[in-house]
């Protein structure tokens, strides 16, 4: 198992990702990024909904880790979409996180008919300033989060760079096959957030016992599986032992026959997010 892919523009992104959802700003994300480096993760995953960055930046300042191999993502909020609020939110975020330039940048949820009529045109208002920070040496790459293929298939009829990433939630038993055969298809890189998905999950007994047969936990098992399905999951944890453990995925390989298993458990443990019924 390779430890990077390669996006639609080139460019390499480490296979697994440290998320960063729900980590205290501070000492708790400045500790928690110090750690996961010196684990072997490369690829940190934040947004400025998370009210982390400033912690997360120091984290990075502090790693002992060249700027240049590590890969930095953040995101814009909903409440910022739209094009100049984009460009300021993305030059907080910078600031926040005290680098010169982002690996990538997303739009975190996608603007929906629920809650917008003109929901397409905030889309391609938002993207459009993605599209100049991406020009202008900004950003590396830039893609979505939490799109489904109604979503993406207008924005990729305006844009002039296409997304080279959509960040969905993704796990065993929340597989959302329609949306990954979609971007699939358009040369979009999956990413896989809750991918250890609820306690539900890493308490199934199928998973359990395939998990045993190859000496692994469930957790290390939903990774690797993941993985060679060719999507980054970003799995988050602030306890050493467990940053540590989710990264130990490259010592084995999941049989076709086991992957078949996994892939044919049924939906459940999911987080109840769907992009056109959020209300935030």
Not at 4 to 22: C, K, M, R
Not at 128 to 155: C, D, Q, W
Not at 202 to 208: F, I, P
Not at 217 to 234: E, F, G, T, Y
Request: glycine letters at 8%; a negative charge; one cysteine or more.
């Amino acid at each position: 198992m390779k430890k990077h892919f390669e996006l639609n523009n080139g460019v390499e992104i480490p296979s697994i990702g440290f998320g960063t959802w729900q980590t205290p700003d501070g000492e708790t994300a400045i500790s928690s990024i110090k750690t996961a480096t010196t684990y072997g993760y490369r690829h940190i995953d934040t947004a400025a909904i998370y009210n982390n960055e400033k912690g997360v930046g120091i984290g990075i300042k502090e790693c002992g880790i060249d700027r240049k191999d590590l890969f930095v993502t953040s995101k814009v909020w909903n409440s910022e979409r739209g094009y100049r609020s984009t460009l300021k939110a993305f030059e907080k975020s910078l600031s926040d996180l005290q680098l010169e330039y982002l690996d990538l940048y997303l739009i975190h949820w996608p603007a929906t008919p629920n809650k917008y009529s003109d929901w397409q045109q905030i889309n391609s208002d938002t993207w459009r300033a993605m599209e100049e920070l991406y020009t202008g040496g900004k950003i590396r790459a830039i893609g979505v989060s939490n799109f489904l293929a109604h979503h993406l298939k207008p924005l990729l009829e305006n844009a002039k760079i296409k997304p080279a990433v959509n960040q969905i939630e993704y796990h065993p038993g929340f597989k959302q096959n329609d949306c990954v055969k979609f971007c699939t298809e358009n040369n979009i890189l999956i990413e896989g957030w809750s991918p250890l998905g609820r306690g539900m999950v890493l308490d199934n007994d199928m998973l359990k016992e395939i998990a045993f047969k190859y000496q692994k936990s469930v957790a290390q098992l939903c990774i690797r599986w993941a993985l060679q399905k060719q999507i980054v999951p970003l799995p988050k944890s602030i306890t050493p032992q467990r940053i540590k453990e989710n990264f130990e995925v490259f010592d084995f390989q999941i049989s076709a026959a086991d992957m078949e298993l996994i892939n044919e458990i049924g939906e459940f443990g999911g987080s109840g997010l769907h992009p056109d019924s959020i209300e935030f």
